[in-house]
């Protein structure tokens, strides 16, 4: 029987290398086993007629990927994390070309966007930090008299980059500290409320940053934390939480992810290290629970159907669940690290099981149409 086909939409970073290769031969090897050949191109390996893709497959039996000239698949797993402006273009261009083909996932907005989408929401806006967008220093001050720490975020940004936070430490004197566009820390440092704009001052923050109320993550050791939970489709089309995790960010950092040198650990045996109690614990995690699966709904909704969604959350010292930041391309690296190797077998194998749900309805309309 010939085999369905996923296609999976990448982006080269540098001399023909992709992000994610890695992912892309386990989501091979999986869906081998049932009965879905993966087919991994970028828009620049697609012909001139745009209907072949110069593909990379993996072969399962020898263990090496190959190069082949395929049609373009029907099904899309979208996975480009843009990376720049030109990439973002270019991943527009395809899915501007491509409208009949079906994706996974819609197309989400940047964080300003989101954060404006989500707070249609009562319920969800309940969760969300004050957040607005940079527009002068004096506004920034403000927020921060107000809040005490504020966290600087560009709109687009991804992995930590170009983070900083500032927190009040008395009515003059402030501490500064983030991640630079390379993810390469900047430490701690003192400084006046005259200098902050001075030190922001090559940022350009105007038109490409957000200004987030600070929500208290630091631990015991000076170390800051959050979680990671990760919400997707299952082989019947349904919403499931596959998993959520803990991860604490290395000394000095102001961010928590893991390619910035973070750690993982078990969600239940983190927040029983900070709150010792199982049922405050169990309490938390059911408000988190229900937050996420509350939160995929809205999104589709919202944007269109989706596939999975990757979403950052923080627990504050009094047990309230705060919604950080959505991902529409989350990694799952976090569960194989924590020892949860079968809550990442299922976050591999759910989009393909969500893809196999829809090629086998394809006939039966099922197959929802994005929104425009």
């Not at 090496?64 to 000239?69: I, V």
């Not at 009040?168 to 200098?195: C, H, N, V």
């Not at 983190?270 to 109690?277: A, E, V």
């Not at 690296?333 to 196999?356: C, D, H, S």
């Amino acid at each position: 029987m010939t085999p369905y086909r996923l296609g999976i939409l990448a982006m080269y970073l540098s001399e023909q290398r992709l992000e994610e290769l890695s992912y892309f031969r386990k989501l091979s090897t999986y869906g081998h086993k049932l009965g879905i050949q993966i087919l991994v191109f970028t828009p620049d390996d697609v012909d001139k007629n745009k209907q072949k893709i110069k593909a990379l497959v993996y072969d399962v039996a020898s263990g090496k990927w190959q190069r082949k000239w395929a049609l373009l698949p029907e099904l899309i797993y979208d996975r480009c994390r843009y990376h720049g402006v030109h990439n973002f273009h270019k991943i527009s261009r395809f899915r501007a070309v491509h409208k009949k083909l079906h994706y996974l996932s819609s197309p989400l907005a940047n964080k300003w966007s989101m954060h404006q989408a989500l707070s249609e929401d009562s319920v969800i806006a309940d969760h969300l930090p004050a957040t607005v967008r940079y527009n002068d220093h004096k506004e920034l001050i403000r927020l921060l008299k107000q809040h005490q720490r504020i966290y600087l975020k560009p709109r687009n940004g991804t992995g930590g980059r170009g983070i900083v936070r500032l927190q009040r430490i008395s009515d003059s004197t402030f501490l500064m500290q983030g991640r630079d566009e390379q993810r390469r820390i900047i430490p701690q440092q003192k400084i006046s409320e005259s200098q902050i704009s001075t030190k922001l001052s090559n940022w350009r923050l105007q038109g490409r940053y957000i200004v987030q109320q600070g929500i208290s993550l630091t631990l015991k050791d000076g170390r800051v934390h959050d979680f990671r939970m990760l919400i997707q489709k299952d082989g019947k089309g349904e919403w499931q939480v596959t998993g959520c995790a803990g991860r604490i960010g290395p000394l000095h950092s102001v961010t928590s992810n893991l390619h910035g040198g973070g750690t993982a650990i078990a969600m239940e045996k983190l927040l029983m290290r900070r709150f010792g109690n199982k049922e405050k614990v169990a309490s938390i995690q059911q408000e988190a629970n229900k937050l996420g699966i509350d939160i995929a709904h809205f999104l589709e909704r919202k944007f269109g159907k989706q596939c999975e969604i990757g979403i950052d959350l923080a627990i504050d010292p009094k047990g309230k669940v705060w919604l950080l930041e959505v991902n529409p391309k989350p990694s799952r690296e976090v569960f194989y690290r924590i020892g949860e190797r079968e809550t990442y077998r299922k976050a591999i194998t759910r989009p393909l099981e969500y893809a196999l749900w829809l090629l086998h309805n394809k006939n039966k309309n099922k197959i929802p149409e994005e929104k425009a």
